[in-house]
């Protein structure tokens, strides 16, 4: 049975602090439970924030980084050292910082990686590391916690309105091309694979994103504003600042912990 909860906070810097604290607790949880857990990564303002937060409090030393798998929802297809690439900002934010194994963070390909710019290659490449992780039968591994973010056209991961990609329902990973928002090139996992995910945690910021919000919580079409389809299994997490809640018409409760 899955769950939708909305959280607002005050400003963007509140929003970023309180999601690394909710991110640390539920890393942990995972772990003592299960002995490692996953997380799946987001580019954008409101991402890197929650992991720069993660990276200054004293509260990280209680993960055991060595057992926490990292993979990314999206990747814009640029040079390795381009400032636009979502691994860039993570590493810089918070995963040098840290004593990650480096088997376990999986990055997508950069156009001057091993596949050189064929992005086709990429995101099947991409696509095998996430079917060798999971379990037997299955494609996508159940990640624990997958963080994203959303453009103010509704866009999720690289999957925008009305695309051939957003449609997506056999493959687990694409290639995208002439993205609306640049660079144009980019992989991303599909709806589906999103939809692996045990919780997904909807994080995002500023009155550019209030139409979005309130279409996708309203139930929008996930063809017409995709981050409407992204969904975990268990959980949806949408965790807002006061702005981005702007447009909300339904009061929605903190929920309880
Ligand atoms: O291009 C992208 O944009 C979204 C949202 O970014 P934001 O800066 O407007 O919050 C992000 O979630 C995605 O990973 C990224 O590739």
Same mark, same amino acid.
Not at 97 to 116: I, N, Q, T, Y
Not at 189 to 212: F, Q
């Given at each position: 049975?899955? +769950?939708? =909860?909305?959280?607002?906070?005050?400003?963007?810097?509140?929003?970023?602090? #309180?999601?690394?604290?909710?991110?640390?607790?539920?890393?942990?949880?995972?772990?003592?439970?299960?002995?490692?857990?996953?997380?799946?990564?987001?580019?954008?303002?409101?991402?890197?924030?929650?992991?720069?937060?993660?990276? =200054?409090?004293?509260?990280?030393?209680?993960?055991?980084?060595?057992?926490?798998?990292?993979?990314?929802? *999206?990747?814009?297809?640029?040079?390795? *050292?381009?400032?636009?690439?979502?691994?860039?900002?993570?590493?810089?934010?918070?995963?040098? %910082?840290?004593?990650?194994?480096?088997?376990?963070?999986?990055?997508?390909?950069?156009?001057?990686?091993?596949?050189?710019?064929?992005? *086709?290659?990429?995101?099947?490449?991409?696509?095998?590391?996430?079917?060798? #992780?999971?379990?037997?039968? #299955?494609?996508?591994?159940?990640?624990?916690?997958?963080?994203?973010?959303?453009?103010?056209?509704? %866009?999720?991961?690289?999957?925008?309105? =009305?695309?051939?990609?957003?449609?997506?329902?056999?493959?687990?990973?694409?290639?995208? +091309?002439?993205?609306?928002?640049?660079?144009?090139?980019?992989?991303?996992?599909?709806?589906?694979?999103?939809?692996?995910?045990?919780?997904?945690?909807?994080?995002?910021?500023?009155?550019?994103?209030?139409?979005?919000?309130?279409?996708?919580?309203?139930?929008?079409? =996930?063809?017409?504003?995709?981050?409407?389809?992204?969904?975990?299994?268990?959980?949806?997490?949408?965790?807002? *600042?006061?702005?981005? #809640?702007?447009?909300?018409?339904?009061?929605?409760?903190?929920?309880?912990?």
């Amino acid at each position: 049975m899955s +769950r939708t =909860e909305v959280v607002v906070y005050e400003n963007p810097d509140l929003l970023a602090a #309180a999601a690394a604290a909710r991110l640390v607790t539920r890393i942990v949880d995972v772990q003592a439970a299960r002995g490692a857990a996953s997380v799946v990564l987001t580019g954008g303002g409101t991402g890197i924030a929650v992991l720069r937060e993660l990276r =200054e409090s004293s509260a990280r030393d209680a993960i055991d980084w060595s057992r926490l798998d990292i993979y990314w929802g *999206d990747e814009r297809f640029v040079p390795a *050292d381009s400032d636009e690439r979502n691994e860039k900002g993570a590493r810089e934010a918070l995963l040098d %910082h840290v004593p990650l194994a480096p088997e376990r963070v999986h990055a997508m390909a950069p156009s001057d990686g091993e596949f050189g710019d064929d992005v *086709d290659a990429a995101a099947e490449a991409y696509a095998k590391v996430l079917s060798d #992780a999971a379990g037997p039968g #299955a494609d996508v591994p159940e990640f624990d916690i997958m963080l994203l973010g959303l453009g103010g056209e509704g %866009h999720t991961a690289s999957l925008f309105p =009305e695309t051939a990609e957003v449609r997506e329902t056999q493959r687990s990973v694409v290639p995208v +091309r002439d993205c609306p928002k640049p660079p144009p090139t980019r992989v991303s996992l599909t709806l589906p694979a999103i939809r692996r995910a045990r919780e997904v945690w909807l994080m995002t910021a500023g009155t550019a994103k209030a139409d979005a919000v309130a279409q996708a919580l309203a139930g929008a079409p =996930e063809t017409q504003i995709p981050v409407s389809g992204a969904r975990g299994y268990r959980r949806t997490l949408w965790l807002l *600042d006061r702005e981005a #809640a702007g447009k909300l018409t339904k009061v929605y409760q903190p929920p309880a912990e």
